[in-house]
Each structure stands twice: as C-alpha cells, then as structure tokens.
C-alpha cells in the first residue's frame, strides 16, 4: 500500500485527485494540506502552516502538490 498526501487537498483538483487516490486498490489517503483545514473523504485536511507536522507525523510515500504556483514555491 503506497500512503499519499494531497495538498491542495480542498480545492476542486485537489478534491479529484483525493477521490482518485481513495478508489484506488493500491494506494490510500493519509491527509490532506490546504490554506483551510477540513476533510477529505474522512481524511484530515490540516492548514498549510502545520504542514511540515502532519508530514513528519505521517511518513507519506508520495505528496501530490495540486496547490496555486505561489504556494508550493513558499512550501
């Protein structure tokens, strides 16, 4: 089982790419990082600023980065 986390996890690709991830025999979704915390398909959704905790809490082996151009250069 690969773990994934989405960031950009609440915005409509995001939200894609998370519905995708969760149908997928292979693959399950770990949590989600967006400007705004929430849920994902039951998965935690925690605030760009707490991203850098949830990924050392999680141990993902893949980050799919759907957030705008300026957010994944200051991340």
Same mark, same amino acid.
């Given at each position: 089982?690969?773990?994934?986390? &989405?960031? =950009?996890a609440?915005? /409509?690709? +995001?939200?894609?790419? $998370?519905?995708? %991830?969760? #149908? @997928?025999?292979?693959?399950?979704? &770990?949590? =989600?990082?967006?400007? /705004?915390? +929430?849920?994902?398909? $039951?998965?935690? %959704?925690? #605030? @760009?600023?707490?991203?850098?905790?949830?990924?050392?809490?999680?141990?993902?082996?893949?980050?799919?980065?759907f957030?705008?151009?300026?957010? @994944?250069?200051?991340?």
């Open positions: 089982m690969t773990n994934v986390v &989405v960031c =950009g609440l915005g /409509r690709m +995001g939200t894609t790419i $998370g519905r995708l %991830v969760n #149908e @997928a025999p292979d693959l399950t979704l &770990v949590g =989600g990082v967006d400007v /705004r915390a +929430g849920d994902l398909f $039951g998965t935690r %959704v925690v #605030e @760009a600023a707490r991203m850098d905790a949830l990924l050392k809490e999680l141990k993902p082996d893949v980050v799919i980065d957030t705008v151009a300026n957010a @994944a250069v200051e991340n």
